[in-house]
């Protein structure tokens, strides 16, 4: 692949070091995903330059016209601090027409609505779980589909922001107090969703109209404390000690008959292009004992860094993490062109 220039925009307090020496554990994984990446795109050869957004787009436009990259590296999740915001950045760059990694802000608007993306799948036959959305100030007036266990979360929020053990519910009492939980510390209207016992299987999908389905992965949780839930917690996703001291694990999902992972994958595919994504995403399931996965959430942009879930899935099928890294960026340059031809077929 041609040498490219890269502006790798991503949130200034997770600017990667130059080198990991002299850096404690606990600092490395905080910047682990924006090192891995603009360390990859470096040894890839391309020109790399890290710019920290956060509160200004100035900077951005500043960089496109001096420095003109080739394109950007987008690894912003947030903007003043808000992750319903990384959209309209993402919107800022389409109109500066430079080519960007990752998603478009359409597929970007319609994933993140935990409650829009599954009406819009369940119109497509999906199984979805059943929910209400709760409003912040408001109290729930339980919807007779919605049947005990419960989960309570954030209709917007992601990366398990508030979900633990106690977010899942048996009595109204509970109900309401999470409810309650979800809009005084999170500050955003409570998904009330029905909880789906199973397993947890995640799907990565790369592509922009042809699609490249990563094989299906499985959480695994290993030695849970008696009586606790197979759930993603804050815990269960980002604390490493944790995950060591209970056997939780992530890898291609065991004892899955092959029908049922190319249904699985089938389904990831259909749910991508309903929800108009493109880039890289990654699609999570709760698959029943009797085989029905049910859609949990999509997640485009999700985490790329070396050894995570859509990493290690990519490996697996033998894409190294630096071709996956230079796939995304020509998957950025391949959409650009797309759009420019049609742009030229308006005008002609
Ligand atoms: N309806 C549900 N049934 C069972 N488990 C769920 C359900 N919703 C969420 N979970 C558990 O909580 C985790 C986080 O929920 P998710 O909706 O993916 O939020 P986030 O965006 O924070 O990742 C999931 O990975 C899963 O383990
Ligand atoms: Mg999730």
């Not at 990859?40 to 960089?63: F, M, Y």
């Not at 989960?151 to 309650?180: H, P, Y």
């Not at 042809?210 to 992965?217: C, F, I, Q, S, T």
Request: proline share 7%.
């Amino acid at each position: 692949m041609k040498h490219l220039r890269v502006l790798v925009l991503l949130d200034p307090e997770l600017m990667p070091p130059p080198v990991l020496k002299g850096h404690s554990p606990e600092d490395r994984f905080t910047w682990k995903t924006e090192y891995d990446v603009v360390s990859t795109l470096k040894r890839n050869g391309h020109v790399v330059k890290p710019l920290g957004v956060q509160s200004e787009l100035k900077p951005i436009r500043d960089e496109i016209e001096s420095w003109r990259p080739d394109v950007v590296f987008n690894l912003l999740e947030k903007f003043h601090g808000k992750t319903m915001y990384d959209q309209n950045v993402v919107s800022y760059l389409e109109l500066l027409r430079i080519p960007y990694t990752g998603c478009n802000p359409r597929g970007l608007i319609l994933a993140r609505g935990k409650d829009l993306s599954k009406k819009l799948l369940a119109y497509h036959r999906i199984p979805v779980p059943a929910f209400q959305v709760v409003p912040v100030g408001r109290k729930i007036r339980r919807s007779a589909k919605l049947k005990f266990p419960l989960i309570v979360k954030s209709l917007s929020e992601d990366a398990s922001l508030g979900i633990a053990q106690a977010s899942v519910v048996d009595n109204d009492e509970k109900l309401d107090e999470r409810i309650k939980f979800v809009h005084e510390w999170i500050h955003t209207p409570a998904l009330v969703e029905q909880f789906i016992e199973g397993r947890e299987i995640y799907v990565g999908i790369l592509g922009n109209d042809r699609l490249k389905v990563l094989p299906v992965w499985e959480l695994e949780f290993g030695k849970m404390p008696k009586g606790a839930l197979h759930i993603a917690t804050e815990k269960v996703k980002h604390d490493p000690e944790y995950q060591e001291r209970r056997g939780i694990m992530q890898g291609p999902a065991k004892n899955m008959p092959p029908e049922l992972a190319t249904r699985i994958q089938r389904m990831a595919k259909r749910i991508y292009r309903t929800l108009q994504l493109d880039g890289y995403a990654r699609i999570d399931f709760r698959l029943t004992d009797e085989g029905v996965p049910y859609f949990l959430e999509a997640n485009p942009n999700p985490e790329i860094a070396r050894g995570e879930e859509f990493a290690e899935a990519a490996l697996h099928t033998g894409l190294s993490y630096r071709k996956l890294i230079n796939r995304l960026l020509l998957l950025a340059i391949d959409r650009a062109g797309k759009a420019h031809d049609d742009e030229e077929d308006v005008e002609a």
